[in-house]
């Protein structure tokens, strides 16, 4: 049973930094693709960032690029999400996604398991 565990979501103000977690159990860790999403009230759930199962390749959002890093520790089967210079509109709960195909996805289409989601708050 596939389980992926966000943690590291906080209240926060503007300009600051948080470090998302994401803890995978039940699948072949170094065979997935990772990412985040994130979805806001009343809003669909968006693409943040991506990477490839051996971490050499990484996507972002366009809104999210030079502030946030995604990186991932395959010995601990776990991903990250550093997000620096914080604005209100970051504001949303963070999902970890896991992808079987391996390589940088954007879509929710290519998600295979989801988390629970983190809360992110980010105050002006």
């Known amino acids: 049973q596939v389980q992926l565990v966000e943690s590291g979501g906080a209240l926060v103000q503007a300009g600051g930094s948080l470090r998302l977690s994401c803890a995978a159990s039940?699948?072949?860790?170094?065979?997935?693709?990772m990412g985040w999403f994130r979805q806001a009230p009343g809003k669909e759930r968006e693409f943040v960032a991506s990477?490839?199962?051996?971490?050499?390749?990484?996507y972002y959002a366009d809104s999210v690029k030079s502030r946030f890093t995604i990186s991932r520790d395959n010995a601990k089967n776990t991903v990250y999400l550093q997000m620096n210079s914080l604005k209100p509109e970051d504001t949303a709960v963070y999902y970890c996604?896991?992808?079987?195909?391996?390589?940088?996805?954007?879509?929710?289409?290519?998600?295979?398991?989801w988390g629970q989601g983190t809360q992110v708050t980010v105050s002006s």
């Open positions: 996604a896991a992808s079987r195909g391996g390589t940088t996805f954007t879509r929710v289409a290519m998600v295979a398991s």
């Open positions: 039940g699948i072949t860790f170094s065979n997935y693709a």
């Open positions: 990477i490839s199962w051996g971490g050499r390749s990484t």
